[in-house]
């Protein structure tokens, strides 16, 4: 079996994923496949049932080759967890360990906070039927709980990795909240949407629409307010251009 390398052999700009006896080839696959996805690439595993490598979980990888092919085996948690620093665990049930207990979100916060001082980190996840055991438990500082419906709180070994892996690649991230696709144009200047306003205000005026000279100033209000809600393009406000010459020629005609 493996051994851990020394300290700052560690791949330590993201944790190390440590699978505790698995039982299941595919669920170690689907767990490379979904550390991949997030940024995380080196894997660890204690004494998996089938033996490595496992042809399911090349399968299951899906693409994630990288990760398999790098992945370690070693005979216990104490050796695989050797070379950290930090030791993060993943726990469905309270033990009886005195323990700090966080969610994934929290863990993450502080992963990010302990690599930024240079600390090397793993996470243990336990063995799909059992889940980790206290004896695997004393080699974390800290353990993880993900908060899950209380009545059934059921999660197989990758589907953990993922939801910590998630947190772990989102508390990085500086993907902006909302933003327009790609291919889309620059957003309209108010110069744009005055201009394109101004037009369409002469527009009624011409059709009769703002004749109800007391409902008028409302109206009008209430349509800019639309436009500007809108958050058009510049593409967009030249199609609206467009729109109401049209409408306008069209009615002349009638």
Not at 7 to 25: F, N
Not at 49 to 55: L, M, Q, S, V
Not at 158 to 179: C, H, I, K, M, N
Request: glycine share 6%; with cysteine; net charge negative.
């Amino acid at each position: 079996m493996g051994r851990a390398s020394k300290g700052r052999d560690v791949a330590a700009a993201t944790p190390v994923v440590i699978l505790v006896r698995p039982q299941l080839g595919e669920n170690i696959g689907m767990a490379a496949r979904a550390m991949l996805n997030c940024g995380l690439s080196t894997l660890r595993l204690v004494a998996p049932r089938d033996g490595w490598p496992n042809e399911k979980a090349q399968r299951a990888a899906s693409g994630a080759d990288i990760v398999l092919e790098k992945a370690e085996v070693f005979d216990s948690v104490g050796e695989a967890v050797a070379d950290l620093e930090r030791v993060v665990a993943t726990t469905a049930r309270n033990r009886e360990l005195a323990q700090r207990i966080v969610t994934p979100r929290q863990a993450a916060s502080d992963m990010r906070g302990w690599i930024g001082q240079g600390d090397s980190i793993g996470i243990l996840f336990g063995p799909e039927r059992t889940g980790l055991e206290n004896d695997d438990m004393v080699h974390a500082d800290t353990a993880l709980s993900i908060p899950l419906n209380p009545q059934f709180s059921s999660l197989n070994m990758a589907q953990a990795v993922l939801l910590v892996a998630y947190e772990w690649s989102a508390a990085g991230d500086t993907t902006p909240p909302a933003r327009m696709a790609d291919h889309a144009t620059r957003p309209a200047t108010k110069e744009e949407l005055q201009s394109l306003f101004d037009h369409l205000e002469r527009a009624l005026d011409q059709s009769g629409f703002l004749r109800n000279k007391e409902m008028r100033p409302s109206m009008v209000l209430n349509l800019r307010a639309l436009l500007q809600r809108a958050e058009m393009t510049e593409q967009e406000a030249r199609t609206f251009h467009g729109v109401i010459k049209f409408l306008s020629k069209s009615k002349h005609e009638e």
